[in-house]
């Protein structure tokens, strides 16, 4: 079975200061993985994707995340948080060969100003 | 690009009656188009997969007969919400798989707030 881990339900951090929200992920198969950024009372807007090749990805508004296949990990990071940044954040993964996207169960995240 | 477009954005409706709300692909066609459920501080819930010319296909424990989805052509998907309860009061959110990208990156509306009373 497909799954998505979001092993932190909130993370804070101070303005200024790099940013990490994790994600681990379970796919019986290559994983396309995605991250995506929800404002409230929004839907949820696309920052990045992990295909294949360079495992660093850069997505919009900073956000870059790195994609480690021994670990199953696909991390999001920016290496200066802003306040703005605040938002409830989701990993997805979708199987090379599936339809279906498989989402974690977010991760709230606070930068204090 | 790749926007998706969601209306209402907000409804408030009485108990019994139905809500029709429309997901629109505005600048891409998607064959495919997902309809998800969320609550206060949740993760998504997938309710089904809307296919173009076809009919739906429902994840286990969501009523077909309740919640009604039309996929008539490549830029729209309507769920319709039928008999509507207090509890199904919810934010409704739709997405859109985009065929044209790698990965077919699948791009979501806004959400619509639906309250029953």
């Known amino acids: 079975a497909q799954s998505v881990a979001q092993p932190e339900d909130q993370v804070n951090v101070a303005e200024g200061n790099p940013l990490t929200v994790k994600c681990t992920y379970s796919?019986?198969?290559?994983?396309?993985l995605f991250w995506y950024v929800q404002y409230p009372n929004r839907g949820l807007q696309f920052l990045l994707k992990?295909?294949?090749?360079?495992?660093l990805v850069k997505g919009s508004y900073g956000f870059e995340a790195e994609f480690n296949k021994s670990q199953t990990s696909f991390h999001l990071k920016k290496p200066s948080a802003l306040v703005s940044d605040s938002a409830l954040y989701f990993c997805?993964?979708?199987?090379?060969?599936?339809?279906?996207?498989?989402f974690g169960t977010g991760t709230s995240l606070t930068v204090i100003p | 690009g790749a926007v998706v477009s969601q209306h209402p954005s907000r409804v408030i409706c009485k108990s019994g009656t139905s809500v029709k709300i429309e997901c629109r692909s505005l600048d891409f066609q998607a064959t495919t188009m997902f309809w998800y459920r969320q609550f206060p501080k949740k993760s998504l819930m997938l309710m089904a997969t809307?296919?173009?010319?076809?009919?739906?296909?429902?994840e286990q424990g969501v009523e077909k007969d309740k919640f009604l989805i039309n996929h008539a052509s490549l830029t729209l998907s309507t769920l319709t919400v039928t008999s509507a309860h207090p509890e199904d009061s919810s934010f409704y959110i739709c997405?859109?798989?985009?065929?044209?990208?790698?990965?077919?990156?699948?791009?979501f509306g806004p959400g619509t707030r639906l309250t029953v009373l």
């Open positions: 796919v019986s198969g290559n994983p396309y």
């Open positions: 997805a993964v979708r199987v090379y060969t599936g339809n279906q996207f498989y």
């Open positions: 997405s859109a798989k985009h065929l044209g990208e790698i990965a077919d990156t699948q791009y």
């Open positions: 809307s296919n173009e010319g076809s009919k739906a296909t429902y």
């Open positions: 992990y295909i294949t090749g360079d495992n």
